[in-house]
């Protein structure tokens, strides 16, 4: 894949970058290892001094790289900008609780004493998707260098300006060289890299195919991997929800970021009782979606991130149309110039379909009507995907129970699924293993060291 920016707003290249050589690739881990040496030995707080100082950089730069974001990957920019303050939040939360987070555990073992030290375990490289280009880095950036680790970021080939410049940032923040260093390379190189001695682990956030690819290659190799990869979240709707509200959140949920969001809402499962008069308001909300240029703070629905993403979802569109399923809205290209889709409904979808089991990564929403509580859990757990969903009732316990039976790594009450630094986030089944975010997000690639001094006697 071409490391390019490309405008899907209006499908014009406007800038080309060189990949990386491998002398050169081998030069940045070389110096990655070297700063490992002299990082690992420093106290948390000049870690979180430094973290601190990358979040006020982000801030400062707040419209200049939410711009960036726009223009390579077509987010509304009021969502850009929303973007580049959550990332700057969650480099300030590992700042703050890091230390806590990372403190020793006192064991009481049945003579003398031990703890469990956590600590660094050098090099990691992490794989990061287009379609939240500076939150993605900064969930598995921020909570590594807090531990001690240094990191290398494949970014992905569209989006090469924000990758260079959160690097830059890193710099401007008095980062030395090798703490954080981009490196502009296509995916299958990045898979191949995975088997230097001097790489410790791999974290890779994206499609199922690219997360075998790297798991394969890390598993050959002895080293471990954490997996973000697609979803399909049910948005279950109860006949007791507050169906206005219900419709508002389905909205956010299915077209925030484009529609191009793992945890996006994707299958709307209503019960019978009130299926028509959701679908109705769905409807009438949905298409009321002004939909246009990124840049204007008036649209609501921007492009898609890419030409070929475009197409894509129209033709799983148009498949599952070819196999039965009605567009209830929608279901078009947008005429003129740009990766843009029409917000959409399908419904009448069936598991003999193949569209059923797949990721829709845009706006195009799958209703499903169901005949209650226990038809809406089965068909929310008929996926091969298990990241987000969500649970619309007024009755919070009622939902508590839902949640218990959804096999899925995150469920939201009233709420579509969401993220923010303080709440643990990853999935299960097909949607990968392994977690970002919160105290859970520092654990991963953290070397649990035993630390044991023995009691005089010997209890032999
Ligand atoms: P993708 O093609 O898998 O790309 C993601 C990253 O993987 C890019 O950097 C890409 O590089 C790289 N890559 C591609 N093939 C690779 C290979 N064989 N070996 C190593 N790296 C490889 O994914 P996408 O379609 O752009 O992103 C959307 C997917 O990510 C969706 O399925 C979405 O649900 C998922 N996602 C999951 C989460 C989560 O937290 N669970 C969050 C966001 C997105 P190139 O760009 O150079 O190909």
Redesign the pocket.
Known sequence: ?A?QTINSATNQVVCSFEEMTDPAIDAAVAQAATAFDAWKTTAYPHRAALLHRVADGLRAQKRALATLITLEMGKLLAQAEGEISLSADIFDYYASHGAEFLADETLSPAFGSAVVRPSPVGVLLG??????PFY?VARFAAPNLMIGNVVLV?????VPQCAIAIERIFHEAGGAAGLYTNLL???????ALVGDPRIKGVS????????A??AA?AGKNLKKSV?????SDAFIVLEDADIDQAVRWAVVGRTNNNG????AAKRFIVVEAVADEFLQKFKVQLGQLKVGDPMDPATELGPM?SEV?AAQLAEQVQRAVHDGAQVLLGGHRVAGPGAFIEPTILGGLTSAMPVYYE?L?GPVAAFCRVADEAAAIVLANDSPFG?GGSVFTQDVSRGQRVADQLDTGMVFINHPTWTQADLP???TKG??YGR?LAALGIEEFVNKKLIRVSALTDPF
């Open positions: 894949m490391i794989v990061e998707p287009w379609n939240f993605q494949k970014h992905a080939s569209n390379l296509s995916g299958a190189r990045a898979s890779l956030t994206g499609s199922e195919a690219a997360g690819s790297v290659e997996l973000e990869l697609g979803g191009e969001c793992c945890v991130s993403a990721e990564f990241l986030f990853g999935g949607s990968g970002e």
